[in-house]
């Protein structure tokens, strides 16, 4: 199981899996759930190497090296410490 914590919130997630509903739960505010809009953009304070890729959306977006798009980061194991 991967622990994906967002401003103190800890919320598992099965390893492999997108961490959107993890995020939403802890608070994140989305808008088209799509990697369109960039609302859920969040800030990766630790863990980013236990995320998948960027994704096509989110390498369009401009993120910063330590952003991503919780809409459409997938876990891959371990933890990951973000804020939004």
Known sequence: MACIVIDGVAMEVADGSPIIDACEEA????????GLCGS???VIES?????????PEE???????NQR???Q???RSGTVVASY
Request: charged share 15%.
């Open 40 to 42: 859920c953009v969040i």
């Open 27 to 34: 608070g994140v505010t989305f808008g088209c759930r799509a």
């Open 47 to 55: 863990g980013m190497e236990n995320l998948e890729a960027m994704t």
């Open 73 to 75: 980061a997938v876990s």
């Open 69 to 71: 798009l919780a809409c």
């Open 59 to 65: 390498e369009n977006m401009g993120l910063a090296e």
